[in-house]
């Protein structure tokens, strides 16, 4: 009974985040309300505070869900099955703008998090935390991309830590744009494209 009860509290807690989500994504995050969560999530305010202190923990909580696209990016950056580490940054972008294009949830949170969230009061503090991913991937480009020069796959005379910072601002430029784009727009189109010319001006001959 006991098992089924945790079972049960993890659908709920599941219920909300879900719930949070769309309504973030609809309302924006400053005018959404724990009642308008709970409404939507069909539980009580209540049970909203039972599982989330206040509405930046909830806030957290659909941020770490969306986390997978990171990890599995991620998981591609920090390979030691593919041979050169500029087959891993190259896949390891691809598979993150795959993931945005095809996870409608994944997408949504990070539309929330970029368009739909201002960083004031009780969410002054989230933007750090927001920002750590980035910060984490910078490093682990730079090794990366070390890597590469070590192994004589990088072209010769260039720099790991300025093509590590360089490759994290086509990133985020290529992220924003993505995501003010639509689905059919040309900038989608070319993305795997893009992606693959970024990485191209860095191979050696």
Known sequence: MARKTKEEAERTRQQIIEAARRTFHQCGVSRTSLEKIAAAAGVTRGAVYWHFADKAALFFAMRDA????????????????????????????????????????????????????EYVDEFAEVLHEINKPCQDFLAKLKRAYQRAQDLGTLRAGLDPEALALDTVSFVGGLFNNWLASQPGEELREKVPAMIRTHIALRRGN
């Open 66 to 117: 969306s986390m997978s696209a990171i990890d599995q990016a991620d998981a591609f950056l920090l390979s030691e099955s593919i041979a050169d580490p500029l087959d891993s940054i190259e896949q390891s972008m691809l598979s993150f703008f795959d993931t945005l294009a095809n996870c409608a949830e994944i997408r949504e949170a990070f539309e929330i998090m970029s368009f739909r969230c």
